[in-house]
């Protein structure tokens, strides 16, 4: 007798949103994947939920030029797939007024649409890069090339934060109060990172400009997740086929969400919170759980599954060895290095990202987790290590997890194959891996890098054994070896 698997359940629900009843009182930067299965989605089902004219302006400001038209010819409606294990929801999103993008407009259109009196949010998701941040210093990259074109021709910028400096200059020049900013990103503390760079742009450009941005606009902090894998032509294919309807700006996510934000606007805001978003006072402990538990351990499974020889995430969840792994990850080097409001069940949560990466229908490919490492790993690990070299607790998982990342970056798989490895410091790794042949230097010289790693690190012995130990196991016996060893 052959078992037969009982297909997914689907359900198709239709936005109930009046779209002619909205005014556009939010401008968004950075109309990507993770936005539209966010923050867009939680404003539709606050706009249902009340009787709000909370709108938003979609704006893409380099790349991205054809999902505007696309959104535009749709009437600015589009899918949210949340796949959970059995049941797929597909929702329609209507919380969007209108889209801009400098190519298919202006780039004053995109500015003058900021400077409307009435646009009292703009936020953004537009990657740690956007910002044009210097990691080192966390202020502002004056020698950014976007950032140096930007001051010369403050009138035509090309980043994220020309446009805004622009826009509030045009307000205060036309007695209109500033508006917040509120950044989406996947980036600690990301409110301080944009007022960073907004204000460092400012002053570079004119001090009294920034002290009234300083005094009149704010800054929220907040914690956003879901994981929304990269829209692939398979992706879209399969919504069509369960909605029946075709849309190319459709994304595939998981049911999981969470929205934690500083409650800190200078005009006003949605009521989010009716659609499950969390407002506090204080949003670093809840950066701080998911940065270290969920990024962190995502971070140890892809280096370490794409090396496995795992597709996706969900992949890995079925090797008990990587399953354990990670939840020891979470529970062991991460949850005991953090401070918690009273009330916060971090086993609960612990068990809660496993289950959301073992769902099978979520294709959250390893190798797009493992991007752009140098930029991930000093937030995701860096500070449990702190605390465990502090408190002399055992790391030993988020060693493999650093180990899993210089073996992954060396370039070639186990099985002799190229990786295709997307870095900013991709050139780095492979002159210090053409440089160094003997594993214990390569560990090293990754190691001095000061932008990823303290420069403290290199004198514990004890750790860069540990490091080096572990880097040498994967080179001997492979990932999945090594993963069981611990």
């Known amino acids: ?70 959104l535009r010819l749709q009437n600015h409606r589009y899918l949210v797939a949340e796949k959970g294990a059995h049941e797929t929801i597909i929702k329609t999103i209507g919380s969007i007024t209108e889209s801009l993008h400098p190519k298919l407009d202006s780039k004053q259109a995109v500015v003058e649409k900021m400077a409307e009196e009435k646009v009292a949010i703009v936020s953004m998701t537009i990657t740690e890069k956007g910002y044009c941040v210097d990691h080192a210093t966390g202020q502002l990259d004056p020698n950014n090339p976007l950032i140096t074109h930007d001051l010369q021709h403050p009138s035509e910028p090309n980043s994220a934060i020309g446009y805004i400096v622009e826009a509030l200059r045009l307000r205060r020049d036309r007695g209109i109060a500033a508006f917040t900013v509120m950044s989406c990103d996947n980036v600690q503390e990301n409110g301080h990172v944009a007022k960073a760079a907004v204000l460092g742009f400012a002053i570079l450009l004119d001090k009294a400009l920034a002290q009234w941005i300083e005094d009149n606009a704010s800054f929220p902090c907040t914690m956003v997740d879901r994981i929304v894998p990269a829209t692939t032509a398979e992706t879209l294919h399969e919504i069509e086929k369960l909605s029946g309807i075709k849309d190319p700006c459709a994304v595939a996510c998981e049911p999981f969400r969470q929205w934690v934000i500083e409650d800190n606007f200078v005009q006003g805001r949605p009521d989010w919170e009716v659609a499950g978003a969390e407002f506090v006072k204080d949003v670093v402990p809840f950066e701080e759980m998911k940065l270290r538990m969920l990024n962190g351990s995502h971070s140890f499974l892809a280096y370490l599954g794409y090396l496995g020889g795992y597709v996706h995430i969900s992949d890995t969840m079925t090797n008990p060895a990587y399953r354990n792994a990670a939840f020891a990850m979470m529970l062991k080097a991460q949850a005991v290095t953090l401070n918690m409001p009273e009330g916060t069940n971090l086993e609960v949560y612990a068990s809660s990202l496993i289950e959301r990466f073992t769902n099978p229908s979520l294709k959250h490919q390893t190798w797009q987790i493992a991007m752009d490492g140098s930029q991930k790993i000093p937030q995701r690990l860096g500070p449990s290590l702190r605390f465990h070299l502090q408190q002399g607790s ?93």
């Open 394 to 486: 055992d790391y030993k998982w988020i060693a493999m997890g650093i180990a899993g990342w210089m073996r992954y970056i060396s370039g070639i798989d186990e099985l002799g194959q190229a990786i295709d490895v997307r870095d900013p410091l991709t050139q780095t790794f492979s002159t210090i891996h053409s440089k160094y042949s003997e594993p214990q230097d390569r560990v090293k010289a990754l190691l001095a890098i000061e932008t990823i790693f303290d420069p403290a690190l290199l004198k514990n012995k004890e750790f860069v054994k540990t490091v080096t130990d572990a880097y040498q196991l994967l080179l001997t016996q492979g990932a999945r070896y090594a993963v069981a060893s611990l």
């Open 1 to 70: 007798m052959s078992l037969t698997i009982p297909p997914l359940k689907t359900t198709v629900i239709h936005s109930k949103v009046d779209q002619k009843r909205l005014n556009t009182r939010i401008v968004h930067i950075g109309f990507g994947a993770f936005h539209r299965a966010h923050q867009a989605l939680y404003s539709n089902e606050m706009l249902e939920k009340t009787q709000s004219d909370w709108g938003t302006c979609e704006v893409n400001l380099f790349s991205g030029s054809e999902v505007i038209k696309q």
